[in-house]
């Protein structure tokens, strides 16, 4: 089912609850940090690589000094990789039933992360899985490759995700 909720009232673009448990957005303020503990967010895991252009400076230390985990994987907007995917659905997977935060810098490279965790770790059918990848964006000819190849990877055939 598509979860017609708008977008998350936060300073991050492109803010969603994708599932219970798992946010994702494109780049945190502080403000939108200090309210994660009210959420019950354990754990931050940010996509975007240190030199993106968005990047809130002190992040990581703004992240642990509320307690909260916080892990980054960079991901190249050109050159996604596979293995990247997996290292996300391991973190996934270490954090258990825990609230998790995902983002990047505009929640492209997330939500698409997102798309793929719904499709191939949680078992949904695709409409649900596009969601909210579909209302950020439809992803372009690198993305879609990176998709074939992480849906390939764990043996399922490709599917292009429908247009916004």
């Known amino acids: 089912m598509n979860d ?14 994708a599932f219970e ?9 502080a403000a939108d ?12 895991i940010n996509l975007a690589p240190p030199n993106a252009s968005k990047i809130l400076v002190g992040e990581a230390e703004q992240v642990t000094a509320l307690g909260l985990n916080y892990v980054q994987i960079p991901v190249s907007w050109d050159a996604p990789s596979p293995h990247q995917f997996e290292l996300f659905a391991g973190v996934m997977a270490a954090v258990g039933h825990q609230a998790v935060w995902l983002h990047c810098a ?13 499709l191939l770790v949680r078992g949904e059918g695709e409409p ?3 969601w909210p990848m579909s ?3 439809t992803p372009n000819p690198a993305w879609q490759q ?3 190849a992480v849906r390939s ?7 292009r995700p429908g247009p916004r």
């Open 4 to 17: 017609p909720t708008p977008p998350l009232a936060f300073d991050a673009e492109n803010a969603y609850l």
């Open 21 to 29: 448990g798992l946010w994702c957005s494109g780049q945190l303020s």
């Open 33 to 44: 940090i200090a309210r994660l503990p009210a959420l019950g967010v354990s754990t931050v």
């Open 106 to 118: 505009r929640n492209m490279r997330a939500s698409a992360f997102v798309y793929l965790y719904r």
């Open 128 to 130: 649900q899985a596009a």
């Open 135 to 137: 209302q950020v964006w």
């Open 146 to 148: 990176w998709i074939t």
């Open 153 to 159: 990877a764990r043996g399922v055939g490709a599917v």
